[in-house]
């Protein structure tokens, strides 16, 4: 157990639809990384935030947004959903930045139908 | 520059040998390098990392070396066990450039043959 939870684990929804998937970071963890993983493919970074800021952001598409909340918890909403967007959605947190070590949730796999 | 390139895609080897997976960067500013392991639905987790200040670590039968002029690593598994398949992800990280993300390879699917 890495201590990152993600909730939910599934979610099943309809195209043009919008999901808000959630993200507890390990205690005393101030960075929450978001990455996605569509089928047998690698992890595509999405969004950086560092103690409730956005600090990088990658190929995040603008349907999608992300906050992270003053207790740490971040959630990533999206929105009018579509085929494409099915996938293993990762949260991983940090003590700090990019250079500490990181650890993953167990994902929210996302079917959009 | 931000990519990092993993090869090879999958690699087969026999219980008891030796995996290597390779990665190689072009960011000079990169200055952590972890290892992850990712179990088919499952979220990955940290095996093992390196900073450039040492050209070798070793955890168990897990060892990554490291060329900082070749900007190479790589992940070596002694004693390889079926246990051991898995996908393997490489990534590297820095601070010091802004870039505050970790930018992973593409991954490599090891199968462990008992």
């Known amino acids: 157990d890495s201590g990152v939870t993600q909730t939910p684990k599934h979610l099943i929804t309809a195209t043009g639809q919008r999901v808000t998937l959630r993200c507890s970071p390990r205690?005393?963890?101030?960075?929450v990384y978001w990455y996605q993983q569509s089928l047998d493919q690698g992890l595509q970074f999405l969004i950086q935030?560092?103690?409730?800021?956005?600090?990088a952001k990658g190929n995040i598409l603008e349907r999608f947004s992300a906050q992270q909340f003053p207790d740490l918890h971040s959630e990533l909403n999206l929105s009018s959903l579509e085929l494409g967007d099915s996938a293993l959605y990762f949260c991983?947190?940090?003590?700090?930045?990019?250079?500490?070590?990181?650890?993953f949730g167990q994902g929210t796999r996302l079917t959009v139908v | 520059q931000q990519q990092v390139k993993q090869s090879p895609q999958s690699l087969i080897v026999q219980k008891g040998g030796i995996s290597i997976i390779n990665c190689a960067y072009e960011?000079?500013?990169?200055?952590?390098f972890p290892w992850y392991q990712q179990f088919p639905g499952k979220g990955p987790a940290l095996l093992i990392a390196?900073?450039?200040?040492?050209s070798e670590k070793k955890e168990g039968r897990f060892t990554i070396s490291f060329n900082k002029s070749a900007k190479q690593f790589s992940l070596h598994i002694m004693d390889s066990q079926p246990g051991d398949s898995a996908t393997y992800f490489c990534?590297?990280?820095?601070?010091?450039?802004?870039?505050?993300?970790?930018?992973f390879g593409t991954g490599t699917r090891l199968k462990v043959l008992a």
């Open positions: 205690s005393g963890d101030l960075s």
């Open positions: 960011n000079t500013a990169f200055d952590y």
């Open positions: 991983a947190s940090s003590v700090a930045g990019a250079n500490t070590e990181a650890f």
């Open positions: 990534a590297a990280s820095s601070t010091t450039s802004g870039t505050y993300k970790y930018i």
């Open positions: 935030y560092y103690n409730g800021e956005e600090r």
């Open positions: 390196i900073r450039p200040d040492v």
